[in-house]
């Protein structure tokens, strides 16, 4: 589904991604874990085409085609979904007004009409209820006044209305407590199949005792310097980063 | 006849040509360059009107020429020559193009974006029209069923002439013809405008509307409203035209006067879109407008408008709370981009007591454009009570543009309460990014992110202008961004 090959991206002169190589199957839950500053997420906005990064070097492919130089609504388009850190807020535009505006402009890429009115409202309600979202929410201004546990369970829901293939976590667990936490990787979980696949960004191990990876890489400097199973993640939680540093180091 | 309907109406005039009242006189004839009172006589005698008419456009004559063109607003631009504009113009009769294949394909793009029909475009860029129109029957079925219930809605040229004692009555007691420099001239030379006249106790059923259109080239044009709520009546005005309006250099000079008697309401809504010059800023009209009501007792007036288009905009929609539980309220939208400058705003004079004021101010501003709201909030002494509520937004577009914000209170009143909010933000990559990323261009996430920054005000228009008025600000605001 997805692969990386050597990729070395920055922002202006300052190189962050030295070297990335990761490949993705469908169905698969990988976790890309490491400490502050190592690049996480800088490697989520490349794959999703933030635009003030450059790609040096390397390549990204998604569904066999390179996509480096797709537009970050071509790749949304083509199944690629990021759950920011900071999801950002967008006063008078509802969340319902705004999921609904992201389908269609989806559906028009690919020739197809505006979901009918009656569906959008009936996959809403689905979604909604699947993920236990108070109906009411969906009409609040998008992520204004949200709590940090709303901004991420509004994040989820979104993903779970636009179906992607691949969808990348950015610390979702960041600023949430562990009740949130749960409901947050309950959805996450919900939405998982054979088809699609999660990249999961995070500094700790505690939201992967809930979204269980097949695969954890450690990421530092700019470098996956570790990959392994979920045992790694246990192990990261309880020797910190720095052994992971001093073995890269020697 | 009764049955006859606004729907009724709508489907009426998709088909045919509406041109309610204005230019009686379709003898093309444009009056030399320059203003004296020969000019002025001149003007009233083309327009066959009674002597105290052609006197009180004379007096306001003499006060404007000792008058100086204001100089506070926050906008810079090549002051009109006076002298240099013709001051009558009959609409020429004669059209601009014979085939819709002449029009510039840029405007006709813009006709297609608004969803405006082939005939109402061909009409707009001033096209021969192949089509027989019969605006004669739909102004006439329009006006009987407005007759029944007594309702008058005419030109004022015809209501100077056919209702002379309310015109007399109420012309320049809301702008009085020594308001200001603008008012002052629109007071000498109005060319024409429309009248409006709703009896007591009658609630208008439907909309009125009429489409302002500037008909000659370098000509001034000088619009003059004059709408009146008798007691316990309601009425909907809706101004103006979300198609663009293609003339350059124009001054336009408008004086809207609205009186609400006891108990009455009216709302006022307008969409301004005149040419706001090129992407370099040449051209474009220089709209110079006052606008004010006045409220009597538990009558409320309510300004809506939205404003995208012209160089340079000089306006304040105001309400002067007279009666006691008076109420006024000011929505506005002001769109500027490029070169664009706009200073507009609203003045709520609370005269009466348990008087009641609110403020809703957009200003959305984009390329190297300078928009202002400038505002004056007064509590008069004898107003016990009154209460105001105002917010001003800006929202800016990139790195080049201006939003400024002046707002004036005076309180002589200690009941007084007033709340002020004001907010400044700047459309972020960080958004733009966001929406990307659900699979929204750019184009169509700055137009979701200004329609939702407009949304308390888009909410307060007659659905169907809200409507239009949406496609108008993404269409103003195009490219503007990436």
């Known amino acids: ?250 | 006849m009764s049955k006859y309907t606004e729907d009724d109406l709508r489907e009426e005039l998709k088909t045919k040509e509406y041109e309610y009242g204005f230019y009686t006189d379709i003898e093309s004839e444009t009056f030399p360059n320059g203003l004296n009172e020969d000019i002025v006589k001149a003007i009233s005698k083309k327009k066959e009107e009674p002597e105290w008419m052609t006197e009180w456009r004379l007096e306001a004559f003499r006060i404007w020429k000792d008058m100086e063109e204001p100089e506070w607003a926050n906008v810079n631009y090549e002051k009109p020559d006076f002298q240099g504009i013709s001051y009558y113009s009959a609409p020429n009769s004669k059209p601009k193009y014979d085939s819709i294949d002449e029009v510039d394909p840029e405007l006709l793009a813009t006709f297609d974006k608004l969803g405006i029909s082939l005939d109402e475009q061909k009409k707009l860029a001033g096209v021969a029209m192949d089509v027989v129109v019969d605006s004669v029957s739909v102004a006439t079925t329009f006006k009987e069923t407005l007759a029944e219930q007594g309702i008058i809605f005419m030109s004022i040229s015809e209501a100077i002439k056919e209702h002379p004692e309310l015109v007399k009555k109420y012309i320049g007691t809301v702008v009085p013809q020594k308001d200001n420099f603008y008012a002052a001239l629109n007071s000498a030379v109005f060319s024409d405008g429309s009248f409006c006249y709703i009896p007591k106790g009658v609630r208008c059923p439907m909309e009125l509307s009429t489409y302002f259109r500037i008909n000659q080239a370098g000509t001034g044009q000088f619009e003059r409203t004059l709408v009146i709520a008798d007691e316990g009546s309601y009425v909907s005005y809706l101004e103006g035209c979300t198609a663009p309006s293609r003339d350059e250099n124009q001054l336009h000079a408008a004086v809207v006067e609205l009186i609400a008697l006891d108990d009455s309401e009216i709302k006022y809504s307008t969409v301004q879109n005149w040419f706001p010059g090129n992407a370099e800023g040449k051209g474009g009209v220089f709209n110079f407008v006052t606008k004010r009501g006045l409220c009597e007792t538990n009558a409320k007036i309510s300004w809506t408008q939205v404003e995208t288009g012209s160089a340079v905009t000089w306006k304040y929609p105001s309400c002067v709370l007279k009666g006691n539980n008076s109420v006024g309220e000011f929505y506005s939208i002001a769109v500027t981009n490029n070169y664009q400058q706009a200073d507009t705003g609203t003045k709520m004079i609370h005269l009466g007591k348990n008087t009641k004021s609110t403020i809703i101010s957009k200003g959305i501003s984009a390329g190297k454009s300078q928009n202002s709201y400038r505002g004056l909030v007064q509590i008069n002494s004898r107003a016990e009570n009154a209460r105001n509520f105002s917010q001003c937004d800006s929202l800016l577009m990139g790195n080049e543009c201006g939003a400024h914000t002046f707002p004036y209170i005076e309180a002589k009143n200690q009941t007084a309460q007033i709340e002020h909010e004001a907010t400044t933000s700047k459309i972020g990559e960080d958004q733009i990014f966001y929406c990307n990323q659900r699979g929204i261009d750019t184009e169509k996430a700055i137009a979701l992110i200004v329609n939702g920054f407009s949304k308390e005000v888009l909410n307060k228009l007659p659905m169907e202008f809200a409507v239009e008025a949406q496609k108008l600000l993404e269409i103003s605001l195009e490219g503007s961004v990436g």
């Open chain 1, 1 to 250: 589904m997805l692969k990386i090959e050597n990729l070395h991206a920055g922002v202006e002169d300052k190189s962050i991604l030295k070297g990335i190589n990761l490949e993705v199957k469908p169905g698969e839950v990988h976790a890309i874990m490491g400490p502050n500053g190592s690049g996480k997420s800088t490697l989520s906005s490349v794959i999703a085409g933030k635009e003030e990064y450059e790609v040096s070097e390397g390549n990204i492919v998604f569904e066999g085609e390179d996509i480096e130089e797709l537009a970050a609504e071509e790749r949304a388009h083509k199944g690629i979904f990021l759950s920011f850190q900071y999801p950002v807020e967008i006063p008078g535009v509802s969340v319902t007004n705004f999921v609904k505006t992201a389908i269609n402009e989806t559906r028009k890429a690919k020739g197809l009409e505006d979901m009918p009115a009656k569906d959008m409202l009936k996959l809403i309600r689905e979604k909604s209820d699947l993920l236990e979202i108070d109906r009411k929410f969906l009409s609040r201004s998008l992520n204004e006044g949200f709590s940090g546990g709303e901004k991420k369970r509004n994040e989820i829901f979104q993903m779970a209305m636009l179906e992607p293939k691949l969808a990348i976590l950015d610390e979702t667990d960041s600023g949430l407590d562990i009740d949130a936490l749960r409901i947050v990787a309950n959805g996450v979980n919900k939405l998982k199949s054979k088809d699609n696949a999660v990249i999961v960004i995070t500094h700790y191990q505690r939201l992967l005792d809930y979204i269980v990876p097949d695969f954890v890489h450690v990421l530092h400097n700019g470098k996956i310097v570790k990959s392994g199973t979920k045992e790694l993640a246990h192990e990261l939680e309880e020797k910190g980063y720095d052994w992971i540093k001093d073995e890269v180091n020697v």
